[in-house]
């Protein structure tokens, strides 16, 4: 039942492979020496990347998914090598190339795009001698090497390439930045595109964009593609195939479809689970967690490496290593190295309790005390002598224990409207904030003790945010001491009982967050911004670089921190999901407006603002669909300089009336019949019904479309995957 043993089962004809495939990993071993010791980090890792295919990786941070890239590309670390295996481009043994073979496989045979493009561009070179230099490593004279690098950043859908080409790094968006780094890594008209986690900064509308780009030039050109993400909805939306990887070995492999629709390994159904998919909140549910931690780098271990965090593991995972189990599936063969893959998809939930009801609930059919209330708030910046309006006469409340999504592209004024209520902007003559019904002073230096930890922020990098000199316990103390009357043995039991909180356990201490996982540094970040019992906690992107399972953790203590205390939050996130998921209202900004405010649900299931509606549809969906039949904005965000004059989005509205739209500023419509707090209101010229009548007609047309797309159907839909019936 379980299927015979790994011998009967090669992972693919190695002889046909080396010939036809852009990848082939046969048995990688990889080590890195770590005080005096080979510790191994990938274990007799085998698969393939076909020519035009791509295949995605899947897995934790630490799982070895960037490992597996730089020893595709042999560019390990000094204190890494390749134990075993063998690693095989285009029909080329990578290990055995003399320096100057590698060196052209580099330049023309494989390319690499990495995470954060500002980090991979030269800031002191400008963008045309940046990617001319691409063409010229693959042997093209200087003159012609300019004349392609224009071509390319037109095929790459940069508008005025001639202008981004005398450019420098930093004038350009990140969208902008990464479509030049992959008009880099394309220059050679590569066999093999590594992708490393390409959109993890990105917001929805850019993140969609580079992913269409990437498909589309794969598609014009044959390029095969190995994406790394911690993403799986890119990673559906993006690969035929896909495999998973925890502590360094394959763990699962198949279609995309059939391992995200039924998956095999207790580590992937686990992963699906961590997602916050659509229908899902948290006044419903917990999002599902994975216990435990990855074992440390190089440890060995007997039986199943999963074993100690498996909620289906036994004394027969614990004693025999499971061998990689063959299955037919809907789209070809499927894997998994678990001797219970038939019941990987029974797997326990992890959150099964029932949700404690919220401190902020209403009482006795009262709505919640309004803790934060801004009106016309604005914030102009000056820039070269000419004004520019960051936040434009934004008017927002905040109820106890309400959680305030914030969405929109990058450069909407998000982070500048949450500076602005932390004092750390001081607004526009005219603004109104105020903090339990009293005045609040513009900077948080005239703030009184009482308003400045009411007010706290949970920053994106805990990384920045946190000082690596010091220890945890001195951290979260500083802050105590600060926010706080306690002192001496006090601050002790409430650093305790902090610490406790934000599920911190007390080992971690003593440590520096140089230690500490990313998940843990961000609980660390929580506590510290949960010192002074703070009434609006500000969390900017505080998941975007976690991986899916951390993420899950994160989100379901922010939660549970708001059921018990009634804090409220401001929650940014480019994340549609995680917004949606945590937000009880979401606010969307555009060029500084606010254009649409109204609780989550009546905002995401419409009608919404067009605006909103093309951010929702470019959402990937881990089934596929999402990004499928997107709406597609044109041009780049206006700047704010001089911004349009009328609607600010009519520039780039696929649903534009005419000249109304381009003369005139449009009034707030409401869209429901709630009224106060929880109304929902849309700014455009557009009637509400009329709204609602042309998106209900291109969500009909949407499902049209994905009832032709082979495993997209509503009987597939991976995000119940795993989940109990």
Known sequence: MNGPPPSSFPAFDVSKSDRTDALTVIGLTVTYRVRGRDREVLQDISFRVRRGEAYGLVGESGCGKSTVAMAALRYLPRNGKVKAGKIVVTGEDVQKLDADALRTMRARTISMVYQDPGRALNPSLTIARQVSEAFEAAGVARHEALRRTLEMLQRVRIAAPERVMDSYPHQLSGGMQQRVVIAMALASNPALLILDEPTTGLDATVEAEVLDLVAQLREELGTAVLFISHNLAVIGRMCERVGVLYAGKLVEEGATQDVFTRPRHPYTVGLLRCLPTAGRSKDSERLDTIAGSLPSMGMAAQGCIY????????????????????????????????????????????????????????????????????????????????????????????????????????????????????????????????????????????????????????????????????????????????????RG?????????????????????????????????????????????????????????????????????????????????????????????????????????????????????GPHHPYTEALLSSVPTLDGRGGATRIRLSGDLPSAVSPPSGCVFHTRCPRKLGAICEQQDPPFLDAGAAAGPAAHRIRCHIPVDELRALQAASRDAADNVARKIPGTGSENAPENAGRDE
């Open 489 to 605: 043995p006090a601050i002790d039991e409430r650093l305790a009982a902090l610490t406790a909180a934000v599920r911190l356990p007390q080992r971690y201490l003593d440590s520096r967050t140089r230690q500490l996982s990313g998940g843990l540094k961000q609980r660390v970040a929580i506590a510290r911004a949960f010192a002074g019992e703070p009434r609006v906690v500000v969390c900017d992107e505080p998941t975007s670089a976690l991986d899916v399972s951390v993420q899950a953790a994160i989100l379901n203590l922010l939660a549970d921190l708001q059921r018990e205390r009634g804090v409220s939050y401001v929650f940014i996130s480019h994340d549609l999901h995680v917004v949606r998921y945590l937000s009880d209202r979401i606010a969307v900004l555009y060029l500084g407006r606010l254009l649409e405010i109204g609780p989550a649900a009546a905002v995401f299931c």
């Open 307 to 486: 074993a100690e965090r498996c909620r289906l593991a036994d004394d027969r995972c614990r004693r025999e290593a499971p061998p990689p189990y063959r299955v037919s599936a809907a789209h070809g063969d499927q894997m998994s190295r678990c001797h219970y893959h038939e019941r990987a998809i029974e797997l326990p939930r992890a959150s099964a309790q029932a949700l404690a009801e919220r401190n902020g609930a209403p009482l006795d059919g009262k709505p919640p005390a309004l803790v934060l209330r801004a009106e016309k708030l604005s914030k102009t910046f000056h820039v070269s002598g000419a004004p520019l309006r960051a936040v434009d006469d934004v008017s927002i409340d905040l109820a106890s224990g309400e959680t305030l999504g914030l969405v929109g592209e990058s450069g909407s004024g998000k982070t500048t409207l949450a500076r602005l209520m932390l004092g750390l902007l001081t607004p526009d003559a005219g603004s109104v904030l105020e903090l339990d019904g009293e005045p609040l002073a513009a900077r948080v230096t005239r703030r009184s003790d009482d308003q400045i930890k009411s007010l706290q922020i949970v920053f994106q990098n805990p990384d920045s945010a946190l000082n690596r000199a010091h220890s945890v316990k001195r951290l979260i103390g500083r802050a105590l001491s600060r926010l706080t009357t306690l």
